[in-house]
Structure formats: structure tokens, C-alpha cells
């Protein structure tokens, strides 16, 4: 997004060579941010694209426009797009450009493996795509690809590929992010001074690395199955397939919390900036990251209550999942005790913050009634679930990264994004994206299923409000397309360095746009310039 | 565009401290890529 980058000016030494050594050969963490960034906004399209058919599809009742094995390739290819393709690719972006700013390091620490997990992802997702070419068709049996149903798939094994790819990638990414953070830290940048999204990252990684190879397992052993003869979800060889499931949630549920943690490290950047104070609680806010991070650990089975579990689980897991409201509230509490009190002013990135906050916690409440086991017997695989993971994801982390693209765009081209539009862009998302998944908790509590492409006329009504907030909302995201794409190529406006006059940080004190190479000598570290002010608290 | 670390211009200290990181964490992913085969096999 920050080809601006380009015309750097204060950059003599390394003049930008040709297109191929600067965008496929690059080693450096902002060039290869913006590949990050760029490559999420296209996926988020693609993505987008699918999410248009499904509610196409499901304007009224009837099997309309497409077959119905095509809607389960598009529900399925809709959540693997947006999860391993637009949001975390988003966050990976966002970490590789602000990182190392923030803690005063040169680069990332190992630069040319953050080239090849950049450059394994357009290959991965360009596999995983074109099986909906291939004459069997695409995966269809859910982004969760359960056993024996994502068996019968004949473009198996080319997903798994793809899955191990995308793993691969981000493991690469994750060691790279931790061996930055703890290796490249300008002195006297101690880890509790850090910003909380430096800390947010640290911990996301840990959660990559613990995780992602657990996904691999899982997929490898659904490929032997289907290829090799095994039959570890197999019962007719002895095998399982509520295994599979808890194998999948065991990184499943970690990996919703891998799409969260960074959006509340940017949530926790833009909130003082707009608020003029620094964050409220600061050690309180990483504790609960880490503490959430932990919990994720042990509360994967709540996808699985309805499979049938021993009394002692359910009950287990029930509790496990409540306990995670306990540190998700001291966040939610400290970001508003934060502007308690506050000269706020409300530009773009602070009005995704405030809408975070309140349409996260909206989220986060259908979690906690979707964590109550009798409720969930009920709610499970309606479009309740639907409803709750469209909160925390589109309203959590989509918000979460538009805000924190608004806040840092004006660093990473040198030029002033357009407040007007960009106010324009907001309203219209925070609207249509209530009118597209308020309704679907009403359908789910009515019993509606999630994943079919034709329904009971009883639905009629609500499914057709949440098409019409789905088709608005869809297209709002043009608008943000457009002031991105004005920002970074026909923007007039200078920014200032310090581009917002609350915001403080190391990132803040290098010129706009970031050079091509900053912090070759060390930066001084002095806590008046941290976010936090001084850590005593 | 070659960056700084690309070219080498880590000091010692740095070098080996990545190093040391990157050694755990590869073992930490090998550890729990097999997490679930022992765990399965165990259940046998
Ligand atoms: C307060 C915290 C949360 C609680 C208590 C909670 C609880 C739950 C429960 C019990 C389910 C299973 C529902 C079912 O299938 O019957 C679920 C599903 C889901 N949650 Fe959450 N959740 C929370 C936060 C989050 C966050 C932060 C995210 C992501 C950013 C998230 C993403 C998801 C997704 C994607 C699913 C659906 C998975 C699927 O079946 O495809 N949740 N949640
Ligand atoms: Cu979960």
C-alpha cells in the first residue's frame, strides 16, 4: 500500500534498484510489509467476492442462482480465504512494517526468511484457488474439514498442500517476529516498555508456533487417511473421527485468538493516541494478553459440546471458556478507562477503535451464551455461531486492521489519507455491518442452520435484511480501496512526522514516509517518549 | 532492497542470540507437530 516508499529521499546509500530486485528480492521489513498488506486487501476481495454469492444465494428461500455444491465451495473457500489469507497475512503486514519501529531495530532478524514466507503465500492460495477449477471441484466440506465428509473431496490432498504452505509460512513469520523481539530491542527498550502491540505480537507468535505445526499434524493424517491406508479417523480400522476434531480445535480455538490478540495491540496504540493520555493499566493489559493466550489452551472443546462429551468435560470446558471473560473485560475496561477522562477528537483510526470496543464486546457476550453447554446443545451450528464469529472477526480484527491502516497510512506514504472519505468509509461499514449480522442472531436463535444454501420461508424476512447489510457493506469496502489507493499514489498532503499530535512512540520520531532504512544506529529510549509514559503503575 | 541484517551488519551478540532463538523455537515446532501422533498412538 506504501509505494510512496519509493520516492524516499533520505535514503542515498541504497538507491531502489529495478521492480524485481525491489518487490521479489526484498529483505527489508517495510518493502516487505506492504507485499503483506497488499496481498491481504486482494485476498480480502476475493474473499469478499465468495461471501457476495453466499448471500446472494440466500436472499430468498429456494435454490436460486447456484448448485449447491458450489455454495459449500464458497462457504468453505469464503472462511480459508479470510482467515490464513486477509486476516492474518493483515497482522503479519502490519507486524513486519511496525515492529521493528517500535522497539528501534534496523530490520527484522532474519530478513531473508521473511522474503520466503512473504513469497510462499501467493503460491499457496494461488494451489488452494484453482481446485475450484479442477473437474472434481474445490473443497466443500467446510473450512473445519472434518472427517469422513472432507474425505470424499478429490482435491484433498492439493488443500492440504496449500495448508501446509500457509503453515509453513507462518511459522517462518512467527520466528522471525519472537527472534526480533527478543534479539533486536534498542537499548533500554526493555520488554515491559514496549507498546502493547509489540507484546501482543510476541504472544501471537508464541501461539503460532505452538499451533500451526498441531494443523499440519491434523491435515497430514487426513491425507493419509484418504491415500495411505491409515485410518487414524477411521472407526472401520480402529480410528476416530471426534479425534480429528479435537486435534482441529486444539488449534482451532488458539488460532481465533491468533486473529484477535494483534487487534487489540493496534486497539491499544490508537486508543491513547486519540485520548491524549497514555494506556490505562499498562502491565494489566499485557498480563490479559497473556493470560487469554493461556486459557486459549485449554477451551477447545466448546466447538465440540454437541459431539456427545463425558459430563466432566462439558463442564470443564464450560468453566475454562467463561474464565476467558475474566482478562477480555480488564481490556475492555482499560481502553475505556482510558478515555475516561481524555481530550478526545474522533478521526478515522479512533472511530474503528470505539466501534471495536463496543461491536467486539457484542461478540464476545454471544461467546459467553455460546459457552453455556444446555444453550450451545441449542445454538450450535446455527447462524447464532455465525453471528458471534462475524462480531469478533469483521467488527474485532477487519476493523481492527482498517483503523490501524488509517493510523500508520500517513507514515507509510508521507501523505495524508482523505479524512472525509475515510469518515465516509466508517459510517458506512459500522451500519451496513450491523444490518448484515445483527439479524443472523435472530435467525440462529429461530433455528436456522449454518452452511445450506436453502432454508425454511420461516426465515425469509431476516435473510434478506442481512443480504441487503451484506451487498452495502461489500461495496463500502470499495470506498476503503479508494482512499488507500488515493492515499498512496495521488494524496497533496504532507504528514507530519508526529502524524497524530497525541501519538508518542519510536515509530513517531522518524520522518514520514518511514526511509527505506531506519534505526541503523540505535535510538535513544527515553520513557517520556514511550506510550505508556512511565512504567510504575 | 537489501537490508541491513541481510548484509551481515548484526554484531556478534545479536547473531548468536537469533541463532540461539531460532534453534528453541525450531525444536518447539517439531515438538508439537508430533504432539498429536504420540497422542493418538497413545491412545491406542
Ligand atoms: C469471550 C470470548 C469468547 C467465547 C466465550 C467464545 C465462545 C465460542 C463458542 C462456545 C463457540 C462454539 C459455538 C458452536 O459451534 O456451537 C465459538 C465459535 C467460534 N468463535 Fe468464539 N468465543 C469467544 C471469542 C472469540 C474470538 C475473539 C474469536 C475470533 C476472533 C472467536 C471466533 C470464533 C469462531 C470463528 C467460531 C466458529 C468456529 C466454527 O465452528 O467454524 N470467538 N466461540
Ligand atoms: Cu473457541
Known sequence: MAHEATHDHHDHHHAPQGFFQRWVMSTNHKDIGTLYLVFSLTMFFIGGSFAMVIRAELFKPGLDLVQPYFFNEMTTMHALVMIFGAIMPAFVGLGNWMIPLMIGAPDMALPRMNNLSFWILPFAFALMLSTLFLPGGGPAGGWTMYPPLSLQSSSLAYVVFAIHLMGISSIMGAINIIATILNMRAPGMDLLKMPVFVWSWLITAFLLIAVMPVLAGAVTMLLTDKYFGTSFFNPGGGGDPVLYQHVFWFFGHPEVYIMILPAFGIISEIVPTFARKPIFGYRAMVYAIACIAFLSFIVWAHHMFAVGLPLGADIFFMYATMLIAVPTGVKVFNWVATMWGGSMTFETPMLFAVAFIILFTIGGFSGLMLALVPADFQYHDTYFVVAHFHYVLVTGAAFAIMGGTYYWLPKWTGHMYNEFWGKVHFWCSVVFVNVLFFPQHFLGLAGMPRRIPDYNVAFANFNMISSIGGFLFGASQLIFLGVVVHCAFFARKKAADRVWEGAKGLEWTVPSPAPHHTFEVPPVVRDEELAHGHVDD | ?44
Open chain 2, 1 to 44: 532492497m537489501t537490508s541491513q541484517a541481510a548484509n551481515g551488519q548484526l554484531g556478534p551478540k545479536h547473531r548468536h542470540g537469533v541463532r540461539r532463538t531460532v534453534l528453541v523455537l525450531a525444536i518447539v515446532v517439531g515438538a508439537f507437530f508430533l504432539l498429536p501422533f504420540v497422542q493418538i498412538l497413545l491412545m491406542k
